[in-house]
């Protein structure tokens, strides 16, 4: 078995202890020892001099759950350095998938997840890891099931509470998933069918994940102006069901939120002192990115996405749907009313004649053709259906600096697969941390931001042997330059690759060098 050597690197081991100069050997896929090696014989040898070797980076939050499938190199995340995607989240797993479920499904994951897989239907997440395994991936993959799936499985697009046979149904659904292998269950509480669960049900779910030793993980409810009491809700959940919370994508949308951001801090921190698990995830961009069907009122979307464009015809509705955007419901996530449309851009659509709208804001589209921008919104949904992705001007960058500074966060891409104008944190997100909140900003150390990408989310995980440059754990490993690392996508250019990343190693095996894929696919299901 040839050993790998990698000579005179600065190694950052995800732990959060100060960085050190050492040699890290890989012998076949773990790490062989960590020092000081004087005679490299019979090995093949990398010098690194004035790189950084650090554990591969975990995508705590990622939508790459069909991308998988349609390119097991992963592109986007490998290039950046990520050797784990957890997939699943926000409410959407591609399994248990029903022949009843699966249209409504593809119709409304199509601006997050991409292009469904031609003929996947998995009924349960065994089905979906075998046909991974068998298209291979460059990355390791890590899967929760999600609520929204599991409930459109069993009761469709109905909007109303579970009665207990439906109840039950989903919970053997949730039991099967965590039983091949999941982590945990994740809700997408913005998006319909999960926002028409009421507390009481995901309570209910989530304690049959903690029967397997898994966790809870949310969008939750409101990410605007009811973040706190949604936040609230998320503690209530994990304390009743008795399961470790993760909150997604932590954010608090509009200026005039922002001030919840410390607020929702200090709840965590609470309830971390009461002795409640809870942890948090978040994305290094002041700008975010959605569906466009999920601006709407959760009512207007109970017979699905598939029949939105004939039903947004009907003038009833659209005043309907015109009187929620100002007037608000409560526990809605109302981000029309949080944001206003000049901060809403269109940033996906599938329609030919709309891709002159694509890169602008709904205000600008009203104003250019003249109309008002809630009859510009729902034209545009009116011709796209679930198809219309969107991105969301709702941070500032002393609320994310607030949040990347505390000591909890977790790194999550939220990289969403919506087509030519997809949102840089797709394929920037690791190396902008680094670039621009570390070394730029000086918003984390070095050894700070490597473990929140890397030792922490492991650990959350229960990924035995990874996250840490350990003797003994798996060689999952990024070589990159501290001097020059960054992201370089944008939103007008969104797929261009990073600088600064010299290597990639999954399992022993080199994925990339020097910014090019090798054709090894090395991954796993963890």
Not at 122 to 148: C, I
Request: negative net charge; glycine residues 10%; proline residues 6%.
């Amino acid at each position: 078995m040839e050993l790998l050597v990698i000579k005179d690197g600065t190694v950052i081991d995800g732990t959060g202890r100060p960085a050190f100069g050492a040699d890290v050997v890989v012998e076949g896929d773990k790490i062989a020892f960590v020092g000081r090696v004087d005679n490299a014989v019979d090995a093949r040898v990398i010098n690194v001099q004035d790189l950084a070797i650090s554990p591969g980076f975990i995508d705590f939050h990622s939508h790459a759950d069909a991308a998988l499938l349609e390119d097991g190199w992963a592109r986007p995340k490998v290039l950046q350095g990520v050797t784990t995607e957890v997939i699943g989240n926000c409410g959407f797993s591609l399994s248990p998938v029903t022949e009843d479920s699966l249209p409504q499904l593809k119709a409304y994951v199509a601006p997050i997840l991409g292009t469904w897989p031609e003929g996947l239907c998995p009924q349960d997440a065994t089905g979906y890891f075998e046909e991974l395994k068998k298209r291979g991936t460059t990355v390791n993959v890590v899967s929760y099931v999600g609520h929204s799936t599991v409930r459109l499985a069993v009761m469709g697009m109905a909007n109303r509470a579970a009665n207990s046979e439906e109840l039950e149904a989903m919970a053997r659904h949730v039991a099967r998933a965590m039983k091949q292998g999941c982590k945990g269950l994740s809700s997408g509480l913005l998006y319909p069918p999960g926002c028409y669960a009421p507390t009481e049900e995901l309570i209910y779910l989530s304690r049959v994940v903690g029967r397997y030793g898994g966790i809870y993980v949310s969008h939750v409810r409101d990410e605007s102006d009811g973040v706190l009491e949604a936040v609230a809700e998320a503690l209530t959940i994990g304390r009743q069901a008795g399961v470790p919370v993760h909150v997604s994508h932590l954010k608090a949308c509009g200026p005039r939120n922002w001030p919840k951001i410390a607020q929702a801090l200090e709840m965590f921190d609470r309830a971390r002192q009461e002795g409640q698990d809870v942890t948090w995830d978040t994305y290094p961009y002041t700008a975010g990115s959605t569906t466009g069907a999920s601006l709407l009122p959760p009512w207007a979307l109970e017979e699905g996405v598939t029949s939105l464009p004939q039903r947004l015809q009907r003038e009833p509705l659209r005043a309907a749907i015109k009187e929620a955007w100002r007037k608000g419901i409560p526990g809605w996530d109302n981000m029309v009313g949080s944001l206003g449309f000049d901060r809403l851009v269109i940033n996906a659509v599938s329609q030919p004649f709309n891709r002159p709208f694509a890169g602008y804001s709904i205000a600008q589209i009203a104003q250019a053709r003249g109309i008002s921008p809630e009859d510009a919104l729902l034209d545009l949904l009116a011709t796209e259906g679930g198809h219309l992705a969107i991105e969301t001007y709702h941070a500032s960058e002393d609320t994310l600096g607030a949040i990347l500074a505390h000591p909890i966060t977790m790194i999550g891409s939220d990289g969403i697969y919506s087509g030519s104008l997809a949102h840089p944190r797709l394929c920037g997100t690791f190396p902008r941390v680094l670039g621009r909140y570390v070394r730029e900003q000086k918003v984390l150390t070095w050894e700070q931001s490597v473990a929140k990408m890397t030792c922490l989310p492991a650990q959350r995980l229960h990924l035995a042997g990874r996250g840490c440059v350990r003797v003994g754990y798996f060689a999952d490993l990024v070589l990159f330059d501290p001097s020059s690392i960054g992201d370089r996508a944008t939103f007008t250019h969104p797929y261009l690759p990073p600088r600064g990343i010299k290597g990639v190693i999954v399992n022993g095996e080199v994925t990339v060098w020097e910014g090019q894929i090798t054709g090894r696919r090395p991954g796993r299901i963890l």
